[in-house]
Every structure is written in structure tokens, then in C-alpha cells.
């Protein structure tokens, strides 16, 4: 399949470049950006004209819901809504049913997926087995069946002394250990500790459940030198100590979820289940330091946190109701809606999901770690386009995803994703 | 790209449809329930204690947490309304057998239910209720989690008029487990809506978090300082879990500093009125000299309490969706 895209506006976050032109696509790579040689005969054109022509975004948390939880997802409908979301490049959490804890079930999701044709899927494997806090997994296997890192998903690691272990143990290796800093204990509530959390009598999250995580694993990465990826961050308390240890110089990174980066914990209303997420969001003040730390590159990327959530486990109390909400489909445009506010350059913000998140992966990535996340002549041809001008409306019905909950529904939000091109073949296309 | 949101519990006009908080309620609302209340007493002294207002009307009581005295006050005040009363305990039946809360109010509406009053163990259960059912049918919060329990905010309102009159002049005190009470959240609505320029929430830093400032009270931390000159003190159930949950080290230590004496209650002023919502711990948060003394009006709240739920349900029912 050889493809040519005419005349889009080409903005590749990781060179700056930011121009209309071609680019030319064939045997799964991008053969040229610019004028395509004379002996390039396409079998598909794609007019792209006021469109971007961008990298396929990289989306660092998602929940395929696969194996265990099909009732509110399978991999057919969560990979069409990457791709519908120009996601082309995926890791998945290992909270499934069973947990991602041994290679056979990562070899499998990785076969499912691969059958599927759709977005790449980058699993990351549970830290301890069953997700229970207590042995380890076996990692080199798990990294040989396709595993980029390893996480406690939701499950923080009681025992400090086993977190200790299982940094040592993966730094061995060099494996990056993906935590969610919150505090087993102050972490039990369902809004953020606050004067709304006290007015409507919800128990709250306070912020030092996430600072004394935070503290906790930069005194373990000071003595492991492990490489650790903080997940979802929800605090401006917490984005400080991030910076303080970047500047340092450990080597950590990490990622807000969208829904934090626009809402805060005022938009709970009258008890809204969609507003339920994980963590709690916070206060104004806390989505204005999530913004300057995405910003200012304290944040590495921005993510949908894409968890698919069933009907029945929504309409329940707000505190009843099951975290999460869909998000694969939302991303560009809430990323976009966040530029817009921001007034960030669009090579800039793109970056939070192309080029930023796939620094964090580094060479687990493997043969695709030069070329994912940007626009290269010899690169995997992974491709999202859009248009930005379009403004559309969030409608439950519509998305492709099984989770039809989300806090935007209703929202008017910019960039429609009208092609998105996986290894060179078209995998959505909405013209 | 901010969407609007309406107060749930009110019509397109502004009426009241549904009682579910008393957060956001204009002061003339809640003065007409208080006032319709009033008239409601009188018919609690005849010999035929019934008027005709909800004849015909089927009431359910939802309970899904267990409370004998909230729920027999509405079965009081819905059978003086000529309503049917039917009562479920719910907490014993079908959500035991796995049904949802809104598969079990849906089968209820199916029954032709004009009215539910809902008793719910988390916060916000009666808006997701009401947000699903019917639009003839009227939803009534008897409590739910620590958010809301505005029938007893509304007789303790009452009760504050029938004993002083005037709100714009008071200084009230609540004292005890504010973070857990719903009874509490309601009274402060409630008196900040009526004006009450002080309301203050007594208690240690574990049951009075700081955030209450927000809500527009005065938070103390210290008992004598907290009732000083008070005209009204509304003290609060303490529930034994808040022991096992390190809140507390014991009931004996919480009446020793935060208890109401005699000798405390001399700090306030000596018209104060002393009020609970029920039911009372004889020596942990109150003293039975207190309790049963001329400046209790524990019981009269009882009393009150059928005339404000006569009055809450009698006004929803009088307004359509």
C-alpha cells in the first residue's frame, strides 16, 4: 500500500518542522516528506488540505479492559476508538482479570491486538504478582513477551520494603517501574480533601497522599538509581516535588490525565458519577500548576487515562460509582482545547502527546523508539490527521469506545481526526 | 465550553419539587415551610389528627438505612396528610438480594408511587434517585451519608423560631461530630440562610476540619469558647465507630472536654435553648441534668418534626416537575 498525503500543514513536534507539504507512505514507512520522487505512484491520495498532518498520538495510560472486564470493554471496541482518536501507539495497564502478571496473558493480549491491526499495544506488566504487594513478577520474561515497564495500576505497594526490592530488582535490569503516588491509607476517599469534599460530605483524598508517596519514592530511587514513571498526578503540591527531584536530576518522569488538566473538583455539581475519577480532581489551584508544570516540561505527557466504565457501575451513588472515565477519543481534542486556552504554539502542544510520552517508553520501544511519536523519512509511518478548525460536540452515543461516561459530554471541543494511518495502512477515516 | 447546571430540586419556576438539600433554598422558601408547618401543628391537637392534602397519594419510605424515629416522623406526617403509607426496609430485603437502587426505584415507581422518602447510607444517593424517576413522582432526602438530613435542618429551624424569633441576632452553636453529620450540614445552611450572623462548629480537629470556614462558620476548637454566649447550642450525636476509627481515643474523654454540663452550659446565655437531634448518648456528649433540664427543647423538636415533614410533602406535592 503506498499512500501519498497532499498538502497538509506536516507539524512534527520533535524537529519544529511546521509547513504544508507531502508526505509519501509506503511498505508500513514514510518514504519522503517534501516532493515524493517521480516514480512514487500512490495507490491512495489523501487530500489534506487544511488539515494537520501529525505523528499518531502516544496514549501512556489506557485500560483495554481485557482479559476479565469484556462487559465494559473489549479490544475491538477500545482499539477502534484509539484510532478514531489518532492513537496510534497504546500502553495499557495491567489491571485486568487476571492481572497481567505472567507472560502467556501479555502474549495474548499482544496476539489479540496485533490480529486486530489497529493501534500498537505496549503492556505493562504487574509489578508484583496479582497486583497483592507481596512477590515479584518475573520481569525478564514479561519483558520478553512485550512488557515496557511495570505497574501496581490502582494497588499501591503497602510494604515499603517490597516497593524497595522491586525498584532494586527492576534497576538491575534497567526496567522503569510505573507508580501512581498515593498513600494506601490517607489515599481511602472519593473527592479531594477540601471545602467541597467537606460541604457535600464526601470523604476527601488530602494532598499528602500523594506528597508522602511522592517523598517515599524519591528517598527509594535516590538509593535504587530505578527509573520511575509517576503516574497521574492531581496535586500542585505534588508537581513541586517533581520538579525539586528533576532538578536534582533522578530519573523520573511524568504524566497528568486530561480530565485533570480541564475540570476541578467544583465540577462534581450535584453529585455527577462522571466527575468520579482516580485520583480525585483537585482544586483551581491544582489544575493551574498541572497546566504550568505541562507547560514548562515538568509534566513529560499528558494522557487519556481511558477506562471504560459500564452503565450499571455509573448509575450508583457518586461514592458507589466506579472510577474512570472514556477517554481515547477526547484526547487531541481536549490537548487542543488546553493549546487554545493557553495560547501554546500547536508543534508545542502536540508534543505533550507524540514526542514527550515516547521519551518516557525510551528503547522499551524497541525498533519503533526513533520513529514513533514523530514524522521521519525512513520512520514507522504512524499518522494522525486532523482537521483543527472543526469544533464538535462530545456525544456519549457516539463514541466507538464501550465506556460512554465521561465528564465532557455535551462539550463543544476542537480537531476532528479524519484519517489515522498505522504502519503505513489506514485504520480510521472519517473524510 | 462550561455547561450549565440546575438546582435539581427545583422546577423550571423556581418551586420546589423535590426536597434533596437545603444548600441553595431562598430564605422565603424556607420560611413558607416553617410557616406552613405552623399551621400543621394545630391539627396534631384534634381529636381527628388528618387533613385531606395527600389523599390518594402513595408514600413509600425508602430506607435503606436502618432509623425507627425518622422513618415513624414521616409515616406520621404522611398518614395526617391522608396519604397511603408503604413502608420498605430495604436494608433487609432487595439490595441484599444484589438489586441495583435503581432497578428497586424502578419497580417501586411501576407501583405508582407519588412520593419516596429516602434514607441512604452515602451522600447523594436521594439526587441520582431523583434524577431517575418519574417526573410526577417527588423525592423527600431523609438523610444520606454525612451530606444532607434537611427535614431535621428545617425543624430545627423551627424550633430556633418558635424559641427566638428573630435569626438576625443569634449566635448558634453546634457541638460534636460535625465531619460525620449530615443533621449538622443541614443546620448550617440553614442558619446561614436565615442570617444568623455567628454559627459556630465546636468539637476537636478530627471531627471540625478547617474547610467548615467556608461553609461561613466560626470553627473553635475549645468548648467554652464555643458556647460562650451562645443563645442556641445544638449538640450532636457521637456514634461509637468514631472510637475504632482513631478520631477519638474514648467517649469518656470526648464528655470531658466537649460533654454539655451544667457548668459548660452556664457559659451560654441563660435564655439559651439547648437542642439534639436525636437519639441522645445520656453522658457522652450530654449530660442528663442537661438533657432533662427547663433549657432543653429536645422533645419539642420531636413535636415540631411531624409538622415540618407534614409541610415539606404537602408543598412538593403542590408542584409539578
Not at chain 1, 476541578?264 to 497546566?291: C, E, H, K, S, W
Not at chain 2, 454525612?146 to 424569633?165: E, S, V
Request: net charge negative; hydrophobic share 45%; glycine share 8%.
Amino acid at each position: 500500500m503506498k499512500i501519498l498525503i497532499r498538502q497538509g500543514r506536516v507539524v512534527d513536534p520533535a524537529t519544529g518542522r511546521d509547513e504544508v507539504t507531502d508526505i509519501a507512505i509506503a511498505a508500513g514507512r514514510i518514504v519522503a516528506i517534501g516532493a515524493a520522487s517521480a516514480d512514487f505512484h500512490a495507490n491512495r491520495t489523501l487530500d489534506a488540505q487544511g488539515l494537520v498532518v501529525a505523528p499518531g498520538l502516544v496514549d501512556l495510560a489506557v485500560r483495554l479492559r481485557e482479559p476479565g472486564h469484556e462487559h465494559e470493554g473489549m479490544l475491538e471496541s477500545e482499539m477502534a476508538a484509539a484510532v478514531a482518536g489518532g492513537v496510534t501507539s497504546l500502553v495499557c495497564l495491567p489491571d485486568t482479570d487476571p492481572p497481567l502478571d505472567e507472560p502467556g496473558l501479555v502474549e495474548m493480549l499482544k496476539f489479540r491486538a496485533r490480529n486486530l491491526n489497529q493501534a500498537h499495544v505496549y503492556p505493562l506488566g504487574a509489578l508484583t504478582r496479582g497486583l497483592a504487594g507481596e512477590v515479584l513478577t518475573e520481569m525478564a520474561e514479561l519483558t520478553e513477551s512485550g512488557c515496557v515497564g511495570f505497574s501496581q495500576a490502582e494497588v499501591p505497594v503497602k510494604d515499603t520494603l517490597v516497593l524497595h526490592r522491586a525498584l532494586l530488582y527492576a534497576a538491575t535490569f534497567g526496567y522503569t517501574t510505573w507508580l501512581r503516588p498515593q498513600d494506601p491509607f490517607l489515599g481511602n476517599g472519593v473527592a479531594a480533601k477540601g471545602p467541597l469534599a467537606t460541604r457535600m460530605g464526601l470523604t476527601g483524598v488530602p494532598v499528602i497522599a500523594e506528597t508522602i508517596a511522592l517523598n517515599t519514592i524519591f528517598e527509594l530511587v535516590r538509593d535504587t538509581q530505578a527509573r520511575v514513571h509517576l503516574c497521574r498526578l492531581s496535586s500542585a503540591a505534588g508537581i513541586e516535588l517533581v520538579r525539586r527531584a528533576k532538578a536534582e536530576g533522578l530519573p523520573v518522569t511524568c504524566d497528568v490525565s486530561v480530565n485533570h488538566l480541564h475540570l476541578t473538583d467544583v465540577d462534581i455539581g450535584y453529585f455527577n458519577a462522571a466527575m468520579r475519577l482516580v485520583p480525585p480532581l483537585r482544586q483551581q489551584r491544582d489544575r493551574d500548576a498541572i497546566r504550568a508544570g505541562l507547560a514548562d516540561g515538568t509534566i513529560d505527557a499528558l494522557v487519556s487515562d481511558h477506562t471504560p466504565v459500564d452503565a450499571d457501575m455509573k448509575t450508583l451513588p457518586f461514592a458507589e460509582a466506579e472510577p474512570g472515565a472514556t477517554g481515547l477519543e477526547l484526547l487531541l481534542a481536549l490537548a487542543l482545547q488546553w493549546g487554545e486556552e493557553a495560547r501554546r504554539p500547536l508543534s508545542e502542544t502536540l508534543a505533550s502527546i507524540t514526542t514527550a510520552p515516547v521519551g518516557v517508553l525510551g528503547e522499551a520501544l524497541g525498533s519503533l523508539a526513533s520513529s514513533a511519536g514523530r514524522l521521519v523519512a525512513g520512520g514507522v509511518a504512524d499518522v494522525c490527521l486532523f482537521d483543527p478548525g472543526e469544533r464538535w460536540a462530545v456525544e456519549p452515543g457516539a463514541l466507538r469506545s464501550q465506556g460512554k461516561h465521561t465528564p465532557f459530554a455535551g462539550y463543544q471541543l476542537p480537531g476532528r481526526v479524519k484519517c489515522t494511518i498505522v504502519a503505513g495502512h489506514i485504520a480510521h477515516e472519517a473524510f | 465550553m462550561m455547561l450549565p447546571r440546575r438546582n435539581p430540586q427545583l422546577n423550571a419556576h423556581g418551586e420546589l419539587v423535590h426536597l434533596l438539600s437545603i444548600e441553595g433554598l431562598p430564605r422565603a422558601v424556607i420560611h413558607q415551610i416553617l410557616d406552613t408547618a405552623g399551621t400543621f401543628l394545630s391539627v396534631n391537637d384534634r381529636e381527628v389528627k388528618k387533613v385531606p392534602l395527600l389523599r390518594g397519594k402513595s408514600v413509600f419510605n425508602l430506607f435503606f438505612e436502618n432509623s425507627t424515629r425518622t422513618r415513624t416522623t414521616f409515616e406520621i406526617a404522611a398518614k395526617r396528610l391522608s396519604a397511603d403509607v408503604i413502608n420498605l426496609d430495604i436494608a433487609r430485603s432487595s439490595t441484599a438480594k444484589g438489586e441495583s437502587l435503581l432497578d428497586t426505584i424502578a419497580n417501586l415507581s411501576a407501583m405508582h408511587a407519588d412520593m419516596f422518602v429516602v434514607r441512604h447510607g452515602e451522600s447523594g444517593a436521594p439526587y441520582l434517585i431523583a434524577q431517575h424517576c418519574a417526573p410526577h413522582v417527588h423525592v423527600v432526602n431523609a438523610g444520606d451519608g454525612r451530606h444532607a438530613h434537611p427535614t431535621q435542618g428545617l425543624l430545627d429551624m423551627y424550633t430556633i423560631r418558635h424559641f427566638k424569633q428573630d435569626f438576625t441576632r443569634l449566635t448558634v452553636a453546634i457541638v460534636g461530630d460535625i465531619v460525620h453529620s449530615r443533621v449538622a450540614r443541614s443546620d448550617i445552611h440553614a442558619l446561614t440562610t436565615l442570617g444568623v450572623p455567628e454559627v459556630r462548629a465546636v468539637g476537636p480537629k478530627t471531627l471540625v476540619p478547617g474547610d467548615l470556614r467556608e461553609m461561613g462558620v466560626r470553627v473553635c476548637h475549645d468548648m467554652a469558647e464555643g458556647i460562650r454566649g451562645a443563645d442556641v447550642i445544638i449538640m450532636l450525636r457521637l456514634q461509637n465507630e468514631r472510637m475504632s476509627g482513631a478520631l477519638l481515643p474514648s467517649a469518656g474523654e470526648f464528655f470531658k472536654n466537649y460533654g454539655l454540663t451544667p457548668d459548660k452550659l452556664a457559659l451560654a446565655k441563660p435564655d439559651a435553648i439547648v437542642m439534639h437531634p436525636g437519639p441522645i448518648n445520656r453522658g457522652v456528649e450530654i449530660d442528663s441534668a442537661v438533657a432533662d433540664g427547663r433549657q432543653s427543647v429536645i422533645l419539642p423538636q420531636v413535636t415540631f418534626g411531624i409538622a415540618v415533614r407534614m409541610a415539606v410533602m404537602s408543598t412538593i406535592a403542590g408542584n409539578t416537575a
